[in-house]
């Protein structure tokens, strides 16, 4: 969820259509006010945050979203009239992330969007799966066993991602296939086999997790 907090109609609009068209989910907010009042009901991944407001002007909503311990961490992009306007000490020392200048082409403004969420490890999406001490952190591509850090190649950590996806159930062979490798991969189900017995070995005691049903597939075990 991105939060664009702009008054005038039409660009505050523009903003949520242009994220909403590249895959967010947006929300646009009139000023300070609503922007404080939408906060309590959810955090978003970032806040596009209009300098010239009524009420609140940018600079203030900024300092107050810096000095609450539940709002400091959520990046934020100010938007600014002119360039020439801005006041980069109070903005960008101020904890803003990044900075747009009206008017912007909206390739660039989701290019900016994306830059400051990547930068924040804050991707639309953090995904984590987890069955028992095994912990997948999918947007990084990382591994833990407890607190050790599994080193997987490619293929192994998608099967493993699989599997954990669908804790619990048994996966055939081609559907591993047909999901981790492509279906039109032109190899055989022994590609499975060979994969599943390097990542066991790489989860040493907690390979058992990873259990072969006979004629069927494989599964982790919940
Ligand atoms: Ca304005």
Partial sequence: ?????????NIRELLVYTLEATGFSAKGLEDGKC?????????????LLDI?????????????????????????ILVTAREAEFDKVRGLDGGADDY????????????????VLRRCGRQAEQKELSCGKLHIFVNRREVYLGDEKLELTRKEFELLQYLTENKGVVM??????????????????RTVDVHVRSLR?????????????RGVGYRIKE
């Fill in 172 to 189: 055939s062979r081609n559907q591993i296939l047909g999901h981790v490798w492509g279906y039109d991969f032109d190899g055989e189900t």
């Fill in 1 to 9: 969820m991105i939060y664009c907090v702009e008054d005038e109609k």
């Fill in 52 to 76: 010239m407001l009524p009420g609140e002007d940018g600079y203030t909503v900024l300092k107050k979203l810096k000095s609450e311990p539940e709002t400091k961490d959520i990046p934020v």
């Fill in 100 to 115: 747009v200048t009206k008017p912007f082409g909206m390739m660039e403004f989701v290019a900016r969007v994306k830059a």
């Fill in 35 to 47: 922007l404080f009042k939408a906060l309590e009901k959810e955090t978003p991944e970032l806040i």
């Fill in 201 to 213: 070995q790489k989860m040493k005691d907690a390979g058992e997790m990873l259990e072969t049903v």
